[in-house]
């Protein structure tokens, strides 16, 4: 098979190549997957780039967690009435700060667990179903993670972005109203399409006095972030009290100084959304919605970019240099 590695980090261009390797065999409990698209993720971008540190958990690694295609075999143990079914993948390598697996979905095969490789709803395409194990999946989580949205008012921080576009429409979708934040006009139209209310030009505007303003005086129930480090000031003033701050991120500053007391007064609560440590309960919430969503035609998925399999490190640079859509590798068939 055709596969993309690396075996030391650093730049794109620099590690990646693709080569001929021997295609995995589905082991006990696993199926075995053709890939048709594989997703990237800013996570998969970091490891590649020894981002914070970061070494080689394995000699030689395979890239990327999320992906999608078809079941082609199956392992022991696995309903052989899976063979041919349509699916997309999600944590394919593991998580931060642990050694994971080697082989990614940035390969024409892969062999996977049979509960990791989910049956992809027939509106949506292979490049489709390559965005949603982290994004579509930490969406999920940051929007539902204490309990039903319905009424609630939800400021989506960042929100034309893959996890940020992703939490408008789930959000929408569980009842509440969305303020997103964006950076262009063309973001702007991304984001009300996607169900948000209101959006805000952080570039322009004061997010802070426009929120309020919207809510009237009363401020937002949850705010979803994209950059905790980052507006911790924005975040604690917009908030209700016993709001919540829901993030998955903060890259921009990793240590950030917490204002205490500008929490503290608001009996806020802060919830950390790790991708990779979903629990069952909510992954299997998550799966359904986005089934739900898909069927019913109001799920969708930004695809910004594509490239073939030999262009995989255009395709690292594309994330890296950021811009509206998720980005995906083409192996075939999406």
Known sequence: MLAASYTRTGLAAEVLSVAEMVAPVAAPGEVLV????????????????????????????IPHTDGAGEIVGVGSGVDRGRIGER???????????????????????IAIASHQAVKLADSLSFADGANLGVPAMTAYRAVFADGPVTGQ?????GAAGAVGHFAVQMAVAGGARVIGT????????????????????????DVSARILELTNGEGVDRVVEVDFGANLELDAAVLKRNGTVASYSSSSNPTPVLPYYAFA??????????GFLIPE???????????????????????GATFPLHDIAKAHERVERGGLGNVVVLIGGA
Not at 265 to 274: E, T, V, W
Request: aromatic fraction near 8%; charge should be positive; avoid cysteine.
């Open 34 to 61: 053709r890939v048709h698209a594989s997703g990237i993720n800013p996570a998969d971008v970091k490891r590649r780039g020894g981002w914070r540190g970061m070494g080689m958990d394995h000699p030689l690694i």
């Open 87 to 109: 699916v997309w993948m999600w944590n394919a390598q593991g998580g931060y700060g642990e050694a994971g697996r080697a082989f990614g979905t940035a390969a024409e095969f």
């Open 153 to 157: 008012m939800i400021f989506v921080n």
């Open 182 to 205: 964006v950076s262009t006009v063309e973001a702007a139209v991304h984001v009300k399409e996607a169900g948000a209310f209101a959006t805000i030009d952080r570039k322009t505007e």
């Open 265 to 274: 007064a608001k009996g806020a609560n802060l919830r950390f959304i790790q």
């Open 281 to 303: 309960d909510q992954r299997l919430a998550g799966e359904r919605m986005i089934a739900e969503l898909a069927d019913a035609g109001r799920f969708k998925v930004a695809i």
